[in-house]
């Protein structure tokens, strides 16, 4: 004898699947906000089937609300990382005027000027509070003043180390010819190249101020907290580059 169709399994699954599917959609961009959207439909949803006293629905949804604190954890896992990054992160500070930090984002800012005339491509990383040296790859150490001159030299195509990024810390560059780990986020626009991806890549694991000059397009963009700003403003970009010197010698 056939035995009966378990029709309550179905529709477990078949609730359970447009749900995913829905919340999947709904969290691929804006994550924040549209989580927020999603556990509130959510929650109505449990309650509406609460009230109507619908089983397949109640049980979805409670597996679903059991899975929460781990979808939260997949999804903020950079956030998260970078937090607890930052809490064991207290770096030495030294002493920095601001007739230095001055100096320092004049200089920086003519050195991508010159680089961006010249269709020279740039990727340079100011580190703010959290370190970057675990997601490093390769580079060379340097213990040398920023000044536009170098930033210029290392990045010119003769040089041995211009393919990959300068790190700047502490207002000194403390490394050149840096690879940094690269995005997979699928919405970046197809017209940025690797330089835009590492950029990306590193900022969203930390809170770094990256700037990146095409060789292409000769334009400078700045990338930080996930986000390219493509062919950035000057003004906004001296203010930008002077807040990422400040935070290195913040207490």
Sequence with gaps: MTPPLDISGLVDSLLLTVLVC???????????????????????????????????????????????????????????????LALGSRQKLSAVSVDDITEMTDEILKALASLASRHIGALIVLVRRHPVEHLLQVGTDIDAKVTSELLDSIFLPYSPIHDGAVIINQGKITRAGCL????????????????????LGLSEATD???????????KISCVHDARITYDIDLADLKRLVRKSLELQHAA
Aim: overall charge positive.
């Design 180 to 199: 940094l780990p690269l995005s997979h986020n699928p919405d970046i626009a197809k017209s940025f190249g690797t330089r835009h991806r590492a950029a």
């Design 208 to 218: 770094a101020l990256v700037l990146v000059v095409s060789e292409e397009t000769g």
């Design 22 to 84: 829905g919340f999947s959609l709904l969290i691929r961009r804006d994550v924040t906000l549209r989580l927020l959207v999603v556990l509130s439909v959510l929650l109505v949803c449990s309650i509406v089937a609460r009230f109507a006293a619908l089983p397949p629905l109640i049980r979805v949804m409670d597996a679903i609300f059991f899975s929460v604190p781990v979808v939260l954890a997949v999804i903020f896992q950079q956030d998260l990382r970078r937090s607890l």
